[in-house]
């Protein structure tokens, strides 16, 4: 877990924001509003399981976190697989729990997982906490990061590469 934060709410709309940035041309901050008007909304019906509350039934509202991340424009070249094979996404809940996606999970040419950056579970709007992360293809829910604050988009070192820090 890292430093819990909370979360920023856009002064005019009163709706959470968080911020992508990492390996990207433009490091963005964007309010649940925005989601929802910007990008086509997709539904989701998913069940999760808790290891502590048991399954879980949830409809999600929102964007393919592919093409919310798509507006930062990555530092790969978006023509070359293997180049974005090597990207990973780290995304950050206000309470410190964060998790980690490859970016070949989401890409429509590999994993093609519709994973959503929801702005709505069930009746509830997510302006009020943040954003989701709701990744349908998992079977439990520790990856279903909510109250969103930061996704980092980047690559890790080459393996063989000696670290110099
Ligand atoms: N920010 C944040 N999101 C989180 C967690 C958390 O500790 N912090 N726990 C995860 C776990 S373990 C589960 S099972 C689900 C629970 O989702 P629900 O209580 O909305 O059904 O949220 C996930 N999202
Ligand atoms: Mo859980």
């Given at each position: 877990m890292s430093r819990p934060s909370a979360p920023v709410h856009?002064?005019?709309?009163?709706s959470a924001t968080f911020t992508l940035r990492g390996e990207v041309t433009n490091s963005v901050t964007l309010s649940v509003d925005d989601l929802r008007r910007d990008w086509t909304e997709h539904r989701t019906d998913v069940v999760f399981d808790c290891a502590t509350a048991g399954p879980q039934h949830h409809t999600f509202h929102g964007p393919l976190l592919r093409e919310v991340v798509g507006r930062t424009r990555p530092?790969?070249?978006?023509?070359r697989r293997k180049e974005r094979s090597r990207f990973l996404l780290a995304v950050q809940g206000g309470d410190g729990h964060h998790t980690v996606l490859s970016w070949a999970e989401i890409d429509a040419d590999f994993g093609d997982a519709p994973v959503l950056l929801a702005t709505r579970m069930d009746d509830q709007e997510l302006d009020a906490t943040g954003p989701q992360l709701v990744?349908?293809?998992?079977?439990?829910?520790?990856?279903?990061?909510?109250?969103?604050?930061d996704i980092w988009i980047g690559t890790c070192r080459a393996p063989g590469t000696a670290s110099t820090e």
């Open positions: 856009d002064p005019h709309t009163g530092a790969f070249d978006p023509a990744v349908p293809s998992d079977r439990c829910g520790a990856r279903y990061v909510g109250a969103v604050t």
